[in-house]
């Protein structure tokens, strides 16, 4: 299997994008048909399970870890300029190689 040249990449983004596009908005119309029926308990505990949720999800984002994104855009600028790219399958299989000589190893 080859890897997928720039424009590939982006027609099948664009693909996932819209099907997610989709099921976001299916998402969103049952959330509100539930918060448009829900008593005061669901309320409250939805509130408590947005707080802790918006807490959790934005405090340290992978974006804002510029050790990280240096290393995508080191990885990206590699790939661009040539680099060896591996397909899912060979990443794998050195991973499942890389596995199997740790447990070899005697203690």
Do not use: C
Request: charged fraction near 40%; charge should be positive.
């Amino acid at each position: 299997m080859k890897p997928l040249n720039l424009l590939e990449m982006l027609m099948y983004m664009k693909k996932e994008d819209v099907l997610r596009k989709k099921k976001e908005d299916a998402l969103r119309k049952k959330l509100r048909d539930f918060v448009d029926k829900a008593d005061d308990n669901a309320l409250q505990a939805l509130d408590d399970f947005i707080d802790n949720t918006v807490d959790m999800t934005f405090s340290g984002a992978w974006w804002d870890d510029k050790a990280f994104m240096a290393e995508m855009k080191r990885r990206w600028k590699e790939y661009v300029q040539g680099g060896k790219v591996y397909t899912h399958e060979e990443a794998m299989e050195m991973a499942r190689k890389a596995i199997k000589s740790v447990k070899r190893k005697p203690a």
